[in-house]
């Protein structure tokens, strides 16, 4: 449920208050960034520049789209990644070694996914243990996985599935047009159906929802078999572009996806969150990274800068949760 505006929020305009002040304030850092790079670096504000971001983020982003899901019901996956790298090579075993038609093949990587999902979300459910712990050891458990399906080489797969990453608007991609029109009915699933409503009850308060007749667990596997599905999307969308299956592909992408989820203001205690505001997280994000690169800021520095804001943003996070305790 939706807290109660304080006094506070009641003196401010209706923009500046819950949902619309989110986006307004991703929107202005996000804007602030781009100048701010623009001014730095005369490259950066440029077509270019912004063709790349865009056929960049679809895999983070759909996977980002899944992992709001989780947050929102209290719980985390860090085994996309892994996942994600197993869809590509099952994909490209199929159509390498069995000969199957890349229809075929990619129904078979995101069958791979989605039983990913189910098992986390069915041990962590049936036992009741930490999705951390159970999605920490899917990570290694699917990642070696990976490598014995690929044989710890990479799978060239050509243009099988060259289709998505191929330009639909001007050089952007099929893939960055999916993963917008999946960030729209994500967000609607979220706001306006029943399961949206049940998953951010369950974040919330879980055993209210068990006293009005509600059983979380299946909500709580849905969910995990969603983020696994979603995952093998995302791996499909990867070897696409690479034309090709990498075993090593995704690691540690489960922290660039977590973290454009916090950014975008989904609470890491869950029962709040936004499929769109993770969206806009997924874009910081990426023109941040974009933007200490095209300064030719090394590695090591870009990692600790990006853990920082991850950091400042759970910071954020916590203190807007205290605020909004004191207030009840």
């Given at each position: 449920m939706t807290p109660a505006p304080s006094a506070a929020d009641a003196r401010k305009p209706a923009f500046l208050t819950g949902e619309a002040g989110t986006y307004l304030g991703l929107i202005a850092v996000l804007v602030l960034m781009v100048l701010l790079?623009?001014?730095m670096s005369q490259y950066f504000f440029s077509m270019d520049t912004l063709v790349t971001?865009?056929?960049d983020i679809p895999a983070v982003a759909v996977m980002a789209v899944g992992m709001t899901f989780v947050l929102i019901i209290a719980g985390i996956d860090l085994s996309v990644g892994s996942v994600m790298a197993l869809a590509a090579a099952v994909a490209a075993h199929a159509m390498l070694n069995l000969n199957a038609s890349a229809p075929v093949a990619s129904l078979m990587a995101l069958a791979a996914?989605?039983?990913c999902g189910l098992i986390t979300g069915s041990v962590s459910v049936i036992w009741r243990l930490p999705t951390f712990i159970v999605s920490l050891g899917m990570l290694e458990a699917v990642r070696g996985l990976a490598y014995v399906v690929t044989d710890s080489r990479t799978q060239y797969v050509g243009d099988g599935i060259a289709w998505l990453s191929a330009?639909?608007?001007?050089a952007v991609s099929v893939s960055f047009f999916a993963a917008i029109a999946l960030t729209v009915?994500?967000?609607?699933?979220?706001?306006?159906?029943?399961?949206?409503?049940?998953?951010?009850?369950i974040g919330t308060n879980e055993e209210a929802m068990r006293l009005a007749g509600i059983d979380p667990r299946p909500i709580r596997l849905t969910v995990f078999a969603l983020m696994g599905l979603l995952a093998a999307v995302a791996g499909l969308m990867q070897a696409a572009r690479l034309e090709a299956a990498d075993p090593n592909a995704g690691s540690g992408i489960e922290l660039q996806v977590i973290a454009s989820v916090v950014i975008g203001g989904t609470s890491l205690m869950g029962g709040r969150g936004s499929v769109l505001a993770t969206f806009l997280g997924v874009l910081i994000t990426a023109v941040l990274e974009a933007g200490l690169a095209q300064l030719g800021v090394s590695d090591p520095s870009k990692r600790i800068i990006t853990g920082l804001v991850i950091v400042a943003a759970v910071i954020i996070d916590t203190l807007r949760q205290r605020r909004a305790d004191a207030r009840h």
């Open positions: 790079f623009s001014s971001i865009a056929n996914g989605l039983v330009p639909f608007v001007g009915v994500a967000q609607w699933v979220l706001t306006r159906s029943v399961f949206g409503r049940h998953v951010v009850g």
